[in-house]
């Protein structure tokens, strides 16, 4: 320890307060942002997942009695006789070049 230790002797309070409680100047400004950010992060994730919920929510009976009133009868035969046909159109193909605008390279050397 010194004999004489140092003082300025027109302090201001607001250093007097600073030594007296640090918390209140370095460590309460700090916490408010993480807290506060924890709150208006677990508001917003709520409505995300109301704004998904209300997207995919579930068919209630009313809906599901109005939706089977114009309901067509799949027949299954005629749905792969459909599907046979596209498919021999997909098999049947053949190579076409792209025709290019004139003065455009084609990819053939002449």
Do not use: C
């Not at 807290?35 to 409505?47: C, D």
């Not at 995300?48 to 009695?65: A, C, F, I, S």
């Amino acid at each position: 320890m010194r004999a004489f230790p140092r003082k300025r002797l027109n302090q201001p309070p607001i250093y007097r307060a600073i030594k007296k409680h640090p918390f209140l100047f370095f460590g309460l400004p700090l916490m408010v942002p993480i807290v506060g950010g924890s709150f208006a992060l677990s508001y917003l994730t709520q409505t995300r997942y109301d704004l998904h919920e209300n997207k995919t929510k579930r068919v209630g009976k009313e809906e599901e009695l109005q939706m089977s009133k114009d309901r067509q009868q799949v027949d299954f035969q005629k749905e792969f006789k459909n599907l046979e046909a596209t498919q021999d159109e997909l098999d049947n193909w053949e190579i076409k070049r792209v025709e290019r605008p004139p003065g455009a390279f084609d990819g053939i050397l002449r």
